[in-house]
């Protein structure tokens, strides 16, 4: 075989091996992820971490919802606790999958995708000592420290109050106690995790009269995830959810 014949041979082989390579290279790609790491905190009825025979267990309305998202899609589910803020900074660096429960702010949004639509709304109260001054308006929040979970964002006109006193803490449950030893004036945190953690904890604190609506929660995704392709199955898996009652149900478990 002269030197242009072989050339003539070899480059149909070449070229499907290039074909191949491609196809395989493509399939490495884009292949559905399978396994999801989800980084929770404990911040009870949403998200609860306990623990059981030295094992820990994961629950919670966000996270019910979740599992049944996972269940629908095929999707396994790794979960890794972490503090709140620190997860966002987590999910920013491309090393998690899935958080549960952020609302919607633009800083976010240039690392999150918010899977829709959203989980149930969470109204926001300031809880108080019975003796304390009553907080009836925005206005009356000037003067008082209020206990925060560090990283949470509550409503636009708070968020962006720079007057504010804040005390950031990991958990609500050390805003709480704050409150009750008169380090804070005042905790804000969602209405049934509050409720939750008075029953757990027996602090004697009381719902201000002024509260505020809640804001959508998300399941989110981090951008840089290739959890990301698959967000349209989930997202109609989800809504499916919400559709048939079924979030409605795991909601009622919890109240």
């Excluded at 509050?194 to 201000?208: D, E, I, K, V």
């Amino acid at each position: 075989m002269n030197v242009r014949a072989a050339r003539l041979f070899l480059a149909p082989a070449c070229f499907a091996a290039a074909i191949l390579l491609s196809f395989a290279a493509t399939a490495q790609t884009t292949a559905p992820i399978t396994t999801a790491r989800v980084l929770i905190n404990d911040a009870p009825p949403y998200r609860i971490v306990g623990s059981a025979n030295g094992a820990p267990y994961y629950t919670g309305i966000y996270v019910d919802i979740l599992r049944q998202v996972a269940a629908e899609t095929g999707l396994q589910l790794e979960f890794d606790e972490l503090p709140f803020a620190r997860a966002f900074r987590v999910m920013q660096e491309g090393e998690a999958d899935i958080m549960l429960g952020p609302n919607r702010s633009p800083e976010r949004e240039a690392y999150l995708h918010y899977l829709e639509p959203p989980l149930p709304q969470e109204p926001k109260v300031f809880l108080q000592i019975r003796s304390a001054i009553p907080i009836r308006s925005y206005e009356d929040l000037r003067d008082r420290r209020i206990a925060v979970l560090r990283g949470a964002t509550y409503f636009d006109r708070f968020d962006a109050d720079e007057a504010l006193t804040r005390i950031a803490v990991d958990d609500y449950t050390a805003a709480l106690r704050l409150t009750v030893v008169g380090r804070a004036d005042t905790a804000i945190m969602p209405e049934l995790q509050a409720l939750w953690l008075l029953r757990q904890t027996g602090f004697q604190l009381f719902p201000a009269p002024y509260h505020v609506p809640g804001r959508d929660s998300y399941i989110v995704l981090a951008r840089s995830s290739p959890l990301v392709a698959e967000a349209p199955r989930l997202e109609a898996a989800l809504r499916r959810l919400v559709d048939s009652g079924a979030v409605r149900r795991i909601l009622q478990r919890y109240e």
